[in-house]
């Protein structure tokens, strides 16, 4: 089986490093957010259009997504029926995003943030509130200068603007402790007890295990 990992806002395929050491797949391929591809793409559907390309023999393929790339895969499901579709510290549906979302529909805040405060203070918030770990401080850090202002912009708007009401089939992973998604609001969903938004890290072997179960039993 092919595996496709979508990464989230402000993060690369190296965030599933971990989570890969445990799993084993035919090929790995890491559907990293482009901006010649974001160019193309006025919102989350139009964008998992143009990304479904790069998924090859759908039958036989499984599309991961963390975060933001697990609304990408919501979408992809919707393309490709045929694949395989699993969630990691994300939502399915609008519904089950936070109130923050709604609020920022109607007052764009988020456009005035600027990239320092992303690429400094967003990373130190996260360890300061033990969303991510020391190793995980520093990844992140790297991978968020992958990040021009212009993928921050094109991603905030598309996640406050990103409207579904049909959950897909899927494997849902969420944590406790996820300070971005709540898991109260979550439906249909594996529950890690004390996990983070970015468990993929130091929860990798324990949610490598509850993929195996669940492709198994599939």
Known sequence: MNAYFIP???????????????VEFKEINYLDFREEL??????????????????????????????LGGIVATELSKILPDC???LISSIKTTKEGPFVLKLARLFPFYNFVPLWFSR??????????????????HLYRQMLKGWSAK??????????????SVAPESLHIHGTRDLIFSHKKIKSAVILN??????VMDR?????GIIKDWLQKG
């Open 84 to 86: 395989k579709i699993i």
């Open 194 to 199: 004390k996990g983070g938004h970015y468990m």
């Open 8 to 22: 989230g806002l402000g993060t690369d395929g190296r965030i599933f490093q971990n989570l890969v050491k445990h």
């Open 120 to 137: 400094n203070i967003v990373p130190l918030m996260g360890r300061t509130f033990r969303v991510i770990d020391k190793e995980g401080y």
């Open 151 to 164: 993928k921050f912009k094109w991603a905030r708007k598309s996640v406050v603007n990103w409207k579904n």
């Open 38 to 67: 974001i160019a193309k793409s006025e919102d989350l559907p139009a964008y998992a259009k143009i990304l479904a390309n790069e998924i090859k023999n759908s039958k036989d393929s499984i599309i991961i997504g963390l975060s």
């Open 204 to 208: 990798a072997e324990e949610i490598a």
